[in-house]
């Protein structure tokens, strides 16, 4: 099994319409969680870290669930622009620096 | 954006060639990382340094070697390209302190390497 899991997609959805992806973690004492963005042969950048309380910015929401290890994100009134992959992250050992990356998700917004 | 370059941008190289790439910080980062990136694989982690003259391996270090001799540079070596390090190779940055307890890492703009 691997350590992160994603569902590739593509998801091919319309403009301002809702989204949300999952991703799983295999190791429970994983400490931080992450959402990166990456456009098409771009780096990844940092969308949002996932607190365990769940957190909002904007149109997007992270939220985590410890108990079934697994992040989430939406993306509500989704714009043309969020077009991307998506990549879950994920800190699986505490003071080590190491992230392991999910393969990503594939979004594509249609007008 | 965070102060990341990489070169080159893009190379070339035949079997069994020598090859280095360069990751420069102006962020005075702690720690720095190297990945290749390929279709199905994600993101896989190939050594990484947490101080000038500290590395480790990643999960795929073999045919490569790293070596940090300040903190804003961080090379990469093939010793001798094969056609299966054809890839793309992204240096990252973070700064684990009490600022950024949550490690987030942040990426150059990445290395097109075509090994023939």
């Known amino acids: 099994r691997k350590e992160v899991e994603q569902d590739p997609g593509p998801f091919n959805v319309p403009e301002g319409a809702t989204v949300a992806f999952n991703c799983t973690y295999s190791?429970?004492?994983?400490?931080?969680f992450f959402w990166y963005r990456q456009d098409c042969r771009k780096e990844p950048k940092l969308l949002m870290s996932v607190y365990s309380s769940g957190n909002e910015d904007g149109r997007f929401t992270a939220q985590l669930n410890r108990a079934s290890q697994y992040i989430s994100l939406l993306i509500r009134d989704s714009k043309l622009s969020d077009s991307a992959t998506y990549l879950c992250?994920?800190?699986?050992?505490?003071?080590?620096?190491?992230?392991?990356f999910g393969t990503g998700t594939r979004l594509t917004i249609i007008p | 954006d965070a102060g990341i370059t990489q070169s080159p941008r893009h190379k070339v190289t035949e079997t069994g060639t020598p090859v280095t790439l360069r990751c420069h910080q102006t962020e005075n980062h702690r720690y720095m990382y190297w990945y290749r990136q390929d279709p199905g694989h994600g993101l896989r982690l190939i050594h990484y340094s947490y101080g000038v003259k500290d590395t480790d391996k990643g999960e795929v270090s073999d045919g490569y070697s790293v070596s940090r001799s300040k903190t804003e540079d961080f090379l990469l070596t093939l010793e001798s390209a094969t056609s299966s390090q054809t890839s793309v190779y992204f240096c990252?940055?973070?700064?684990?302190?009490?600022?950024?307890?949550?490690?987030?890492?942040?990426f150059g703009p990445g290395t097109r390497l075509t090994v023939l």
């Open positions: 992250v994920v800190n699986s050992n505490f003071g080590n620096e190491k992230l392991t």
């Open positions: 990252a940055i973070s700064d684990p302190t009490p600022r950024h307890v949550y490690n987030e890492q942040f």
């Open positions: 190791n429970s004492a994983s400490q931080s």
